[in-house]
T-cell receptor, first 112, second 115 residues
Framework: DAKTTQPNSMESNEEEPVHLPCNHS???????IHWYRQLPSQGPEYVIH???SNVNNRMASLAIAEDRKSSTLILHRATLRDAAVYYC?????????????FGQGTTLQVKP | DTAVSQTPKYLVTQMGNDKSIKCEQN?????MYWYKQDSKKFLKIMFS???????INETVPNRFSPKSPDKAHLNLHINSLELGDSAVYFC??????????????FGPGTRLLVL
């Protein structure tokens, strides 16, 4: 499985946009880019995923570089409730196991 | 309505005991998983079941035995508990197991402490 690299931690101010980067230089053509987050004392929560095009949903936006070697999760207006560990995960389109391989993620702190 | 539920939420027990954790999903999904999150917050897949059949066993000791009585339930039984089994165990489910798309939905976790 291709690996992802994320900063260990980031800080943001409340109500400002947050851009969480992820590098995946060894991504293959069939790998989907997934983002999950884990709020304190809770289970991981699906945020968004994409393959080649940018994606938007009610939680966030996902911007994927043209060469697909990196992506950015965008929270448009951070709230205190967005403080969590954010995981960028690659899943192969040919996978038949469904497993998610979690790295260390990025711990996002949101300051009031 | 809770999509993926686990019981119990907390479990404190002595070394050598046998315990079970239950998981239920009401999402109509075909695939269920168990993940373990250790004290360093590292999350790792343990098992995956699709339509009640085992898909993944990620080199988990034989003391751990998952059981899926039906597609909506995946229970985890642990024999002869050891100190190193102390962790948070998360159950998850997804609609399909194959392919790269599709979200997994996680339960709230069971915090196991072995004394």
């Amino acid at each position: 499985d291709a690996k992802t690299t994320q900063p260990n931690s980031m800080e943001s101010n409340e109500e400002e946009p947050v851009h969480l980067p992820c590098n995946h230089s060894t991504i293959s053509g069939t790998d989907y880019i997934h983002w999950y987050r884990q709020l304190p004392s809770q289970g991981p929560e699906y945020v968004i995923h994409g393959l080649t095009s940018n994606v938007n949903n009610r939680m966030a936006s996902l911007a994927i570089a043209e060469d697909r070697k990196s992506s950015t999760l965008i929270l448009h207006r951070a709230t205190l409730r967005d403080a969590a560990v954010y995981y960028c995960i690659l899943r192969s389109g040919s996978s038949n196991t469904g497993k998610l391989i979690f790295g260390q993620g990025t711990t996002l702190q949101v300051k009031p | 309505d809770t999509a993926v539920s686990q019981t119990p939420k907390y479990l404190v027990t002595q070394m050598g005991n046998d315990k079970s954790i239950k998981c239920e999903q009401n999402l109509g999904h075909d695939t269920m998983y168990w993940y373990k999150q250790d004290s360093k917050k590292f999350l790792k897949i343990m098992f995956s079941y699709n339509n009640k059949e085992l898909i993944i066993n990620e080199t988990v000791p034989n003391r751990f035995s998952p059981k899926s009585p039906d597609k909506a339930h995946l229970n985890l039984h642990i024999n002869s508990l050891e100190l190193g089994d102390s962790a948070v165990y998360f159950c998850a489910s997804s609609r399909v197991v194959s392919g790269g798309a599709g979200a997994q939905y996680f339960g709230p976790g069971t915090r196991l402490l072995v004394l």
